[in-house]
């Protein structure tokens, strides 16, 4: 009956979306191929809705169509039963789902945050802001000593004889294929870094060089240091901070029978029943806030970006209602991606990303200034591989310039390692550590690094060259980094098709990140042994959006900065005891595997003999 | 309904893994001959918008690579997108029939129009460059899928010979007489003189000046404009003819071939609508029914009919049971299902057959005639009935219903047929 029931109420959404979906793409199609008749006829304001509910119906469409895989009953059950039930027993089975703490001290928290911001503006920001600056100056230094060791711990699972620990029975074989496996991790991991900082980071180190450089702002020199830079921030370092805690994670569910949450890295301290004890439900509890001060902070970004985007295209500028509508689109495509459940919602946006995200790299490629970026991206490699141990010690000349950029960044990818975290966990079963490390650190962090080099080596190029004066146009809009992407772009070739593709790419990678964000949320704010109903994830996607939304109201971008570093400095602390207690569990039960380098050592003299077997027969 | 995890600390896995394999893209979804025509038909559209965009340009660009090697290739460029598009339309057309030669031709004109993008080369012509490129492959890959010939008969043959061979006669005869003729010089003069002849048109801007040019322009006239006039008829009327023919009820024989993995319900009876419900939402369903009335009711509700009687072999065959997913045999009369159960064994011994009985004392009979499964409504109601007096409303399994022959046993690989689910829905309804 439910399922039944469930088939119909997504037939008949699906059906709405069809015409919505159509009429939208025409007007979107007829813009883009008779801009002078139609850009007459509508108005920018007119496009922010339809772009809106282009995306809406496109990806809300994509998420419903049914998995063909399997048979029916198989279509995420437990989320989609919807039952013809009375308001208050879904109410009630919500409040059960979920414990006490991690439901309303959540709520209140947020709640009396945004309600001190609306009364007393000025206190609570300057409350807010001091501490942040206080976690910045003292605990930065600790901050970047945690993510050096995260890189170095990384290094030893990969390499080492624990990198063979198979997470899961014997009789688990990974259920998700290897390029799906990569592209949900690499789409969840990221989203506003992609699109909101990949043009941009660099074009900031190169008009204001940080102090590890040295170079004259704007000079020559100033260009290897700002790609450097932007490779450290966005590389290996920062997607270590999602392993150290995703491992451990997987290690104590799929081998020790924890439940599914970040408290699980408690589990060689409390035993199994970790999630239970007090510090469990602390760590689960501050893993929401993290999650949500985490994706509000992206979600604030993007949206601020995505209508730049409109204004730079359209001319239009959208007032309060532009954000609150951008908000409230994304907020029910990643509700509606996060229902249809992993395999369909998630993971055909997630699909979708990796598609328009490898062919903008190869646009770029195509259009781009070829032998600059190939010239400068070697030199940067070269010099982040060279300069890696000087650069994540460097603690700053006084500046403050290091507290700003690099740790403030380190604490916002622990902001989103609990999530991140859960997330690798949950899809790595079956897996064994060193792909679970090499997918999550080298393989992601490579993909991302040749981003920044690509569209952070051809805003340099256009700036260096004069071709576009995008700091000028950053300047004239108030030091705003949302429209160094859309500078950039019109600069280039086929400028016009190279925003609309990145308008879609600030959509999907913030929606495929989000709505993992709000499953691993409904499922460690719930408790243990529960699967999420519908109604669960509702409310966590819609309370991540109205959080991102309020404090883009009332705080303005620093709160949002300041947020990110609260949430994300206990997972910091956190994801030291995750690689203690984790290091301490693999000591004791994980004796006698081979690392990779013994491996290879003893393949070595077969291939001898193989060799001396050919001279022998010559 | 779901299999209850392990243990409840297992409740996660079924949000995580609500499927056996999750793979990046199901390749059987994208990747069979529908997707491909669907993709054939956005190319389709695409080139139409992207030829009317470049129409409506004052001066059309021409960046491109191969805009220096081609000649003409502002006119090219100008007109190319549209006419390229009547074009693909046909072909897509031809293409969602399966013919073969609709395939052939998709086969050479889309990368001749891949030279359209190559020669402009402005933004607005990226997605037609893409969804060319993203067609051909799955063209080629479905080669086999497109293999319906196009039978012509006789007369559609002769009528296009006639018509192919008039232009030609028209054309080198004027070409050959153009010193006969006021303003036609060029080969380009001739065919659009004939075309303009042919067509009735006739501007007059060429005219025949001697008798012996007046006599051929004659002879076109009178041969070009009956060739053209029979063809037209021959080629089209066919056509219109089907069309009124699944105005009265009927699939087209054209609807008829393309059925694959589809449901074939036999005959009219007390079950059939519930197992339409459960059945149209899955697959495909053809319904092959006697009764007229049946038969216009059903394709009010947009249901395929045949209004053929079931238990005709060559009415089984029009109904493709060979590529059907499985047969329901559900009459109101056991003995006719035993006779239509008879005629699909004879026409397919290996399709699988699931019948309604609507006695008990015949259900063995129909298993014995040939079907795979048979049920016995009556007796499923009958004991919900006296379970649900009696206040104890158990579980019924399919097993216990369903007679299954043993060539059913013995062959595992079998698929579910719906009869099966809606048992399974009969239990869940007691919750």
Same mark, same amino acid.
């Given at each position: 009956?439910?399922?039944?029931?469930?088939?119909?109420?997504?037939?008949?959404?699906?059906?709405?979306?069809?015409?919505?979906?159509?009429?939208?793409?025409? +007007?979107?199609?007829?813009?883009?191929?008779?801009?002078?008749?139609?850009?007459?006829?509508?108005?920018?304001?007119?496009?922010?809705?339809?772009?809106l509910?282009?995306?809406?119906?496109?990806?809300?469409?994509?998420?419903?169509?049914?998995?063909?895989?399997? *048979?029916?009953?198989?279509?995420?059950?437990?989320?989609?039963?919807?039952?013809?039930?009375?308001?208050?027993?879904?109410?009630?089975?919500?409040?059960?789902?979920?414990?006490?703490?991690?439901?309303?001290?959540?709520?209140?928290?947020?709640?009396?945050?945004?309600?001190?911001?609306?009364?007393?503006?000025?206190?609570?920001?300057r409350?807010?802001?001091?501490?942040?600056?206080?976690?910045?100056?003292?605990?930065?230094?600790?901050?970047?000593?945690?993510?050096?060791l995260?890189?170095?711990?990384c290094?030893?699972?990969?390499?080492?004889?624990?990198?063979?620990?198979?997470?899961?029975?014997?009789?688990?074989?990974p259920?998700?294929?290897?390029?799906?496996?990569?592209?949900?991790?690499?789409?969840?991991?990221?989203?506003a870094?992609?699109?909101?900082?990949?043009?941009?980071?660099?074009?900031?180190?190169?008009?204001?060089?940080?102090?590890?450089?040295?170079?004259?702002?704007?000079?020559?020199?100033?260009i290897?240091?700002?790609?450097?830079?932007?490779?450290?921030?966005?590389?290996?370092?920062?997607?270590?901070?999602?392993?150290?805690?995703?491992?451990?994670?997987?290690?104590?569910?799929f081998?020790?029978?924890?439940?599914?949450?970040v408290?699980?890295?408690?589990?060689?301290?409390?035993?199994?029943?970790?999630?239970?004890?007090?510090?469990?439900?602390?760590?689960?509890?501050?893993?929401?806030?993290?999650?949500?001060?985490?994706?509000?902070?992206?979600?604030?970004?993007?949206?601020?970006?995505?209508? +730049?985007?409109i204004?730079?295209?359209? /001319?239009?500028?959208?007032?309060?209602?532009?954000p609150?509508?951008?908000?409230?689109?994304?907020?029910?495509?990643?509700?509606?991606?996060?229902?249809?459940?992993?395999?369909?919602?998630?993971?055909?946006?997630?699909?979708?990303?990796?598609?328009?995200?490898?062919?903008?790299?190869?646009l770029?490629?195509?259009?781009g200034?070829?032998?600059?970026?190939?010239?400068?991206?070697?030199?940067?490699? /070269?010099?982040?591989?060279?300069?890696?141990?000087?650069?994540?010690?460097?603690?700053? *000349?006084?500046?403050?310039?290091?507290?700003?950029?690099?740790?403030?960044?380190?604490?916002?990818?622990?902001?989103?390692?609990?999530?991140?975290?859960?997330?690798?966990?949950?899809?790595?079963?079956?897996?064994?550590?060193?792909?679970v490390?090499?997918?999550?650190?080298?393989a992601?962090?490579?993909?991302?690094?040749?981003?920044?080099?690509?569209?952070? /080596?051809?805003?340099?190029?256009?700036?260096?060259?004069g071709?576009?004066?995008?700091?000028?146009?950053?300047?004239?809009?108030?030091?705003?980094?949302?429209?160094?992407g859309?500078?950039?772009?019109?600069?280039?070739?086929?400028?016009?098709?190279?925003?609309?593709?990145?308008?879609?790419?600030?959509?999907?990678?913030?929606?495929t990140?989000a709505?993992?964000?709000?499953?691993?949320?409904?499922?460690?704010?719930?408790?243990p042994?529960? +699967?999420?109903?519908?109604?669960?994830?509702?409310?966590?996607?819609g309370?991540q959006?109205?959080?991102?939304?309020?404090?883009?109201?009332?705080?303005?971008?620093?709160?949002?900065?300041?947020?990110?570093?609260?949430?994300?400095?206990p997972?910091?602390?956190?994801?030291?005891?995750?690689?203690?207690?984790?290091?301490?569990t693999?000591?004791?039960?994980?004796?006698?595997?081979?690392?990779?380098?013994?491996?290879?050592?003893?393949?070595?003299?077969?291939?001898?003999?193989?060799?001396?077997?050919?001279?022998?027969?010559? | 309904?779901?299999?209850?995890?392990?243990?409840?600390?297992?409740?996660?896995?079924?949000?995580?893994?609500p499927?056996?394999?999750?793979?990046?893209?199901?390749?059987?979804?994208?990747?069979?001959?529908?997707?491909?025509?669907?993709?054939?038909?956005?190319?389709?559209?695409l080139s139409?918008?992207?030829?009317?965009s470049?129409?409506?340009?004052?001066?059309?660009?021409?960046?491109?690579?191969v805009?220096?090697?081609?000649?003409?290739?502002?006119?090219f460029?100008?007109?190319?997108?549209?006419?390229?598009?009547f074009?693909?339309?046909?072909?897509?057309?031809?293409?969602?029939?399966?013919?073969?030669? $609709?395939?052939?031709a998709?086969?050479?004109?889309?990368?001749?129009?891949?030279?359209?993008?190559?020669? &402009?080369?402005?933004?607005?012509?990226?997605?037609?460059?893409?969804?060319?490129?993203?067609?051909?492959?799955?063209?080629?890959?479905?080669?086999?899928?497109?293999?319906?010939?196009?039978?012509?008969?006789?007369?559609?043959?002769?009528?296009?010979?006639?018509?192919v061979?008039?232009?030609?006669?028209?054309?080198?005869?004027?070409?050959?007489?153009?010193?006969?003729?006021?303003?036609?010089?060029?080969?380009?003069?001739?065919?659009?003189?004939?075309?303009?002849?042919?067509?009735?048109?006739?501007?007059?801007?060429?005219?025949?000046?001697?008798?012996?040019?007046?006599?051929?322009?004659? &002879?076109?006239?009178?041969?070009?404009?009956?060739?053209?006039?029979?063809?037209?008829?021959?080629?089209?009327?066919?056509?219109i003819?089907?069309?009124?023919?699944?105005?009265?009820?009927?699939?087209?024989?054209?609807?008829?071939?393309?059925?694959?993995d589809?449901?074939?319900?036999?005959?009219?009876?007390?079950?059939?609508?519930?197992?339409?419900?459960?059945?149209?939402?899955?697959?495909?369903?053809?319904?092959?029914?006697?009764?007229?009335?049946?038969?216009?009711?059903?394709?009010?509700?947009?249901?395929n009919?045949?209004?053929?009687?079931?238990?005709?072999? &060559?009415?089984?065959?029009?109904?493709?049971?060979?590529?059907?997913?499985?047969?329901?045999?559900?009459?109101?009369?056991?003995?006719?299902?035993?006779?239509?159960?008879?005629?699909?064994r004879?026409?397919?011994?290996?399709?699988?057959?699931?019948?309604?009985?609507?006695?008990?004392?015949?259900?063995?009979?129909?298993?014995?005639?040939?079907?795979?499964?048979?049920?016995?409504?009556?007796?499923?109601?009958?004991?919900?009935?006296?379970?649900?007096?009696?206040?104890?409303?158990?579980?019924?399994?399919? $097993?216990?219903?369903?007679?299954?022959?043993?060539?059913?046993?013995?062959?595992?690989?079998?698929?579910?047929?719906?009869?099966?689910?809606?048992?399974?829905?009969?239990?869940?309804?007691?919750?």
């Open positions: 009956m439910s399922t039944q029931h469930t088939h119909s109420l997504e037939a008949t959404v699906a059906s709405l979306l069809i015409p919505l979906f159509l009429l939208s793409g025409i +007007a979107v199609l007829s813009a883009f191929f008779f801009p002078t008749f139609v850009g007459e006829a509508v108005t920018g304001r007119a496009w922010l809705a339809i772009a509910i282009f995306f809406i119906s496109g990806l809300g469409y994509l998420s419903l169509l049914p998995y063909a895989d399997g *048979d029916d009953d198989s279509e995420s059950p437990v989320l989609l039963t919807i039952r013809r039930e009375r308001l208050r027993t879904a109410t009630t089975s919500f409040l059960a789902h979920h414990r006490p703490e991690g439901l309303i001290l959540v709520v209140v928290v947020f709640l009396v945050y945004l309600l001190a911001q609306l009364i007393i503006p000025a206190p609570t920001t409350a807010v802001s001091a501490a942040a600056d206080t976690v910045l100056s003292v605990g930065g230094p600790v901050v970047a000593g945690i993510i050096l995260a890189v170095l711990y290094l030893l699972l990969l390499l080492g004889p624990w990198g063979a620990v198979t997470l899961g029975g014997p009789e688990d074989e259920a998700y294929t290897y390029p799906i496996y990569v592209t949900l991790i690499f789409t969840a991991g990221i989203a870094g992609i699109v909101f900082w990949g043009p941009a980071e660099a074009l900031f180190h190169y008009s204001a060089p940080p102090p590890a450089i040295g170079a004259a702002p704007e000079s020559a020199g100033a290897d240091g700002a790609l450097t830079y932007s490779l450290f921030h966005w590389g290996i370092s920062a997607w270590s901070a999602y392993a150290v805690l995703g491992v451990p994670i997987a290690y104590y569910v081998v020790r029978d924890a439940p599914l949450r408290s699980a890295i408690l589990v060689p301290i409390f035993g199994a029943a970790a999630a239970d004890t007090p510090w469990g439900r602390l760590v689960d509890t501050l893993a929401v806030f993290a999650t949500i001060g985490g994706i509000a902070t992206s979600i604030a970004l993007v949206s601020e970006q995505f209508l +730049a985007g204004s730079f295209q359209w /001319g239009v500028t959208t007032g309060a209602i532009g609150a509508l951008f908000i409230l689109a994304l907020t029910l495509i990643y509700v509606l991606s996060c229902i249809t459940g992993i395999h369909r919602g998630i993971r055909r946006i997630a699909v979708l990303t990796v598609v328009l995200f490898v062919a903008f790299g190869l770029v490629v195509a259009v200034p070829r032998p600059f970026l190939i010239e400068r991206s070697a030199g940067a490699i /070269g010099s982040y591989l060279a300069g890696f141990v000087p650069l994540s010690v460097y603690t700053g *000349d006084g500046s403050g310039w290091v507290a700003a950029w690099t740790y403030w960044n380190w604490l916002w990818w622990f902001s989103w390692a609990p999530f991140a975290g859960v997330f690798i966990a949950a899809i790595s079963r079956g897996r064994t550590i060193r792909t490390v090499f997918t999550s650190v080298i992601t962090a490579g993909a991302t690094m040749v981003w920044f080099l690509l569209l952070g /080596g051809t805003s340099l190029h256009a700036q260096h060259t071709r576009a004066d995008i700091l000028g146009a950053v300047n004239d809009a108030g030091g705003s980094e949302a429209i160094v859309f500078q950039l772009l019109s600069s280039l070739p086929l400028g016009e098709l190279f925003i609309f593709l990145f308008l879609g790419l600030i959509i999907v990678f913030m929606v990140s709505g993992v964000s709000t499953l691993v949320t409904s499922i460690i704010a719930t408790r042994g529960v +699967a999420p109903s519908t109604v669960d994830i509702v409310f966590w996607g309370f959006g109205i959080v991102a939304l309020s404090v883009l109201f009332v705080g303005g971008a620093e709160t949002l900065q300041s947020i990110a570093v609260l949430t994300g400095g997972f910091a602390l956190l994801a030291l005891v995750a690689m203690a207690a984790f290091l301490w693999l000591w004791k039960s994980e004796r006698g595997h081979t690392s990779i380098v013994r491996q290879a050592y003893d393949a070595l003299p077969k291939i001898q003999l193989h060799h001396d077997f050919d001279n022998e027969e010559r | 309904m779901v299999d209850s995890p392990d243990s409840p600390e297992r409740a996660f896995e079924d949000v995580f893994y499927a056996d394999r999750v793979s990046f893209i199901d390749w059987r979804e994208i990747s069979g001959a529908k997707p491909a025509v669907a993709v054939v038909g956005i190319v389709t559209i139409f918008v992207t030829g009317l470049n129409l409506s340009q004052l001066t059309v660009p021409t960046d491109g690579p805009a220096a090697i081609l000649p003409a290739a502002e006119i460029v100008r007109f190319g997108g549209v006419l390229f598009a074009l693909l339309g046909i072909i897509t057309v031809g293409l969602s029939r399966r013919k073969r030669l $609709a395939w052939r998709a086969v050479v004109t889309l990368p001749l129009l891949l030279l359209l993008p190559l020669v &402009s080369l402005q933004p607005r012509d990226f997605p037609l460059m893409l969804a060319i490129i993203a067609s051909y492959p799955l063209l080629l890959a479905n080669r086999d899928s497109f293999d319906q010939r196009i039978e012509l008969s006789p007369l559609q043959i002769a009528a296009l010979f006639s018509f061979g008039v232009g030609i006669y028209g054309t080198v005869g004027s070409y050959g007489l153009r010193d006969q003729f006021l303003e036609l010089e060029t080969w380009g003069d001739a065919v659009y003189y004939v075309i303009v002849t042919i067509a009735t048109v006739g501007y007059g801007d060429i005219t025949p000046l001697t008798p012996e040019a007046q006599l051929f322009s004659l &002879s076109i006239i009178l041969l070009g404009t009956g060739a053209f006039t029979v063809a037209v008829g021959t080629l089209i009327g066919p056509a003819e089907s069309r009124m023919a699944a105005a009265f009820g009927n699939m087209t024989a054209s609807e008829l071939t393309l059925l694959e589809h449901v074939v319900v036999l005959g009219y009876g007390d079950v059939t609508e519930s197992l339409l419900e459960e059945v149209a939402p899955d697959a495909d369903v053809v319904v092959v029914t006697p009764d007229a009335a049946t038969a216009s009711d059903l394709k009010d509700e947009e249901v009919v045949l209004t053929e009687d079931p238990t005709d072999e &060559s009415v089984l065959e029009d109904a493709q049971i060979s590529d059907a997913r499985g047969v329901v045999v559900s009459g109101p009369d056991d003995g006719r299902d035993a006779l239509a159960i008879i005629a699909v004879n026409v397919d011994p290996d399709v699988r057959i699931v019948a309604a009985a609507n006695e008990a004392k015949h259900t063995k009979k129909l298993a014995g005639v040939g079907a795979d499964a048979v049920i016995n409504p009556r007796a499923i109601g009958g004991r919900l009935l006296g379970q649900s007096v009696l206040g104890d409303l158990k579980s019924i399994t399919a $097993a216990d219903l369903v007679v299954e022959s043993d060539a059913v046993v013995s062959n595992p690989d079998s698929p579910d047929t719906p009869p099966e689910a809606n048992t399974q829905t009969d239990s869940d309804d007691r919750q």
